[in-house]
């Protein structure tokens, strides 16, 4: 077995302690006779399985008590329309911050259901920054406000969270959550498609605020319904079980390593590096600009794009895996998540410095 440091934006690593932990447990968790895979999601020992995932999840952001989590399915991109049709309460307005590919998908997606004012937007500069909060204009009429903390294809990260107020404040943290602390009772929903950081794609995880569930505007359909979730523990219908099983192995993962502050720490660390490297030369290029700069993706460019095949394929040689951009941007991108070591960032380094030494 040889696996690769794997810089995939999603799905993307895992740690190997929890791939080896499902390994062991693969055929029998526990006494029960049966893979996770196999069990009734009604039953005891995948009621024990959730239980313990929701807690320590709870356990790592320190999510108040008024404040319920879903394990949902349809990935963010549901989220795009479970917002509205949830959050919009008998308005009609909404505000969204426009900062790249995720933004701009939202913000479709919630015009069918709204009138959509543009708080703010860095789509004249390109996308490479996070507006601060002084360009922005808040519509007093809007139900809530949404933004993107981190844009996956383009590297921008809100290094900051946002004030709106008493209006609910909405994002989607896809990219960025369990990367490091984050102060939950400042939002009213967060959500997130597990495949970054968090597990197996399948799984969507929705933190909302009690007072905003409940109010899901008429025709929407029942699985679009906060409130359906809320009321069955997310058991509705079937949950993803097995996706909802390796994201609580991945929550008690983070828990061992010290919890959030720790992977703020680790992950500060390797983008630093990374940035540090890419900054130090004349080869490699990131465009966006330095205090939004992504501590979870990392765009670059070579100087000649000419050299970005032979660049992927040396690259892949030497077991640094899926480093091609986003088709929209082209160049590069590592994905630096959690489960990625120090290590495979230091690799990427070396390489890159080696790959400059011989083509630059
Ligand atoms: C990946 C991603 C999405 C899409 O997630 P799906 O789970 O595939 O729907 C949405 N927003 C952001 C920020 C993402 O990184």
Do not use: C
Not at 120 to 145: C, I, K, M, T
Not at 187 to 196: E, P, S, W
Not at 229 to 250: E, I
């Amino acid at each position: 077995m040889s696996r690769v440091y794997n810089f995939s934006a999603g799905p993307a690593m895992l740690p190997e302690a929890v791939l080896q932990r499902a390994r062991d447990e693969m055929m029998e968790w526990r006494d029960s006779g049966m893979s996770v895979m196999e069990m009734s999601h009604r039953g005891k020992a995948f009621g024990a399985i959730a239980e313990k995932a929701e807690a320590d999840l709870r356990r790592l952001l320190a999510i108040p008590d008024d404040y319920r989590v879903l394990f949902l399915q349809g990935g963010a991109s549901s989220q795009f329309a479970m917002v509205p049709l949830n959050l919009l309460r008998g308005r009609n307005r909404a505000d969204y911050v426009n900062t790249g590919a995720w933004s701009k998908k939202a913000i479709a997606e919630a015009r069918r259901y709204a009138e959509i004012n543009l708080a703010a937007s860095s789509e004249d500069d390109g996308f490479h920054r996070a507006p601060p909060q002084s360009e922005w204009s808040l519509d007093p009429e809007a139900a809530y406000v949404h933004y993107t903390p981190n844009e996956t294809i383009g590297g921008v990260e809100f290094h900051w969270i946002p004030d709106t107020g008493d209006v609910p404040l909405v994002a989607d943290m896809s990219s960025t959550i369990l990367s490091r602390p984050v102060d939950v009772s400042r939002f009213g929903v967060i959500y997130a498609g597990a495949q970054k950081n968090v597990g197996p794609a399948g799984l969507t995880l929705v933190i909302v605020r009690e007072d905003l569930i409940g109010h899901a505007r008429e025709g929407t359909p029942t699985m679009f319904d906060y409130a359906t979730h809320a009321k069955s523990g997310s058991m509705y219908n079937t949950p993803p079980t097995y996706a909802w099983y390796v994201a609580g192995l991945v929550f008690e993962w983070i828990l061992e390593q010290g919890g959030l502050e720790a992977m703020a720490r680790h992950n500060r660390t390797k983008a630093e590096r990374l940035y540090a490297a890419i900054d130090g030369s004349d080869f490699y290029h990131n465009p966006v600009e330095p205090a939004s700069r992504s501590w979870m993706n990392v765009p670059f460019t070579l100087a000649d794009p000419a050299l970005d095949a032979t660049f992927l394929q040396e690259a892949e040689a030497a077991g640094l895996s899926t480093l091609k951009g986003h088709r929209s941007v082209g160049g590069m991108r590592a994905s630096i998540y959690n489960a990625m070591p120090q290590a495979g960032v230091d690799a990427l380094i070396a390489f890159m410095q080696d790959f400059e030494r011989r083509h630059g």
